[in-house]
């Protein structure tokens, strides 16, 4: 094992950070996530590897909060599928579920990254506890502040386009 990691643990993990590198960078490079191009697709397909992969992950005990997180994340992807391929369901919000969606699922993979991140490195002393620490907390609160912002950004973005 690898920093506390099995074989399923670190093909996870590698999976997750490609998703996470190709959503960074289509977020700041595009303002978006989008399945219209290689680095949208890439994000998409490995955000549904990181889901599926996770799935045989135990490490914490049995099913608990991550798998919840994962499947939280398949129905979105769900929804943003639905909202790209058929517009009469959800008429004018398409656009609006797919912006708002694929970054939701962009915040979703920064939770389990920040939450294991922090309580595995450094390796001799992380710099949290456990899933529960105090720093874990604030540094998701972070992320979902960034992710409310850039989030808004998107929506008068958007408004301003189909206006």
């Given at each position: 094992m690898m920093f506390g990691l099995t074989?399923?643990?670190?093909?996870h993990t590698l999976i997750?950070?490609?998703?996470?590198?190709?959503?960074?960078?289509?977020?700041?490079?595009?303002k978006e996530?989008?399945?219209?191009?290689?680095?949208?697709?890439?994000?998409?397909?490995?955000?549904?590897?990181?889901c599926l992969t996770g799935f045989g992950i135990f490490?914490?005990?049995?099913?608990?909060?991550?798998?919840?997180?994962?499947?939280i994340t398949l129905a979105v992807l769900g929804l943003i599928y639905l909202a790209q391929k058929s517009s009469q369901p959800l008429g004018k919000y398409s656009p609006y579920?797919?912006?708002?969606?694929?970054?939701?699922?962009?915040?979703?993979?920064?939770v389990p990254?920040?939450?294991?991140?922090?309580?595995?490195?450094?390796?001799?002393?992380?710099?949290?506890?456990s899933p529960d620490d105090p720093l874990v907390a604030k540094l998701v609160g972070i992320c979902l502040v960034l992710f409310?912002?850039?989030?808004?950004?998107?929506?008068i973005a958007l408004r301003k386009k189909l206006s």
């Open positions: 074989s399923l643990g670190i093909i997750s950070l490609i998703a996470v590198f190709s959503g960074a960078i289509s977020l700041v490079k595009l996530i989008t399945w219209n191009n290689s680095i949208g697709k890439t994000y998409v397909i490995t955000t549904i590897l990181t490490q914490h005990g049995g099913f608990g909060k991550p798998h919840v997180l994962g499947i579920i797919e912006k708002i969606g694929y970054s939701l699922t962009f915040f979703f993979h920064l990254g920040v939450t294991e991140t922090t309580t595995r490195l450094p390796l001799e002393h992380p710099w949290a506890s409310l912002v850039g989030t808004t950004f998107q929506i």
